[in-house]
């Protein structure tokens, strides 16, 4: 599995974990609910930009969602 997969399955973990639905998350993070579907299939590479911005918007560190994440 690569970076981005492995990325992926932790950000909808902590999604589903809050019971959050994807347009819960977009809102939450000023994204558009199709890219967020796209980060979690993995199917786009995002930027640190992006990534803080997830991280707030998931109320942890941007490093809590790259922790076991080897690149």
């Not at 990325?7 to 909808?12: E, F, G, P, V």
């Not at 019971?19 to 890219?35: I, M």
């Not at 796209?38 to 941007?62: D, F, M, N, W, Y």
């Not at 490093?63 to 080897?70: A, K, M, Q, T």
Request: hydrophobic letters at 35%; glycine letters at 6%; aromatic letters at 4%.
């Amino acid at each position: 599995m690569d970076v981005y997969a492995k990325l992926a399955t932790k950000i909808r973990k902590l999604r589903h974990k809050k019971g959050w639905s994807q347009e819960e998350l977009a809102d939450r993070t000023n994204l558009h609910r199709t890219y967020i579907s796209h980060i979690e299939c993995g199917k786009r590479k995002i930027s640190v930009h992006t990534l803080c911005q997830l991280a707030k918007g998931l109320s942890v560190t941007p490093s809590d969602l790259l922790d076991g994440v080897n690149l």
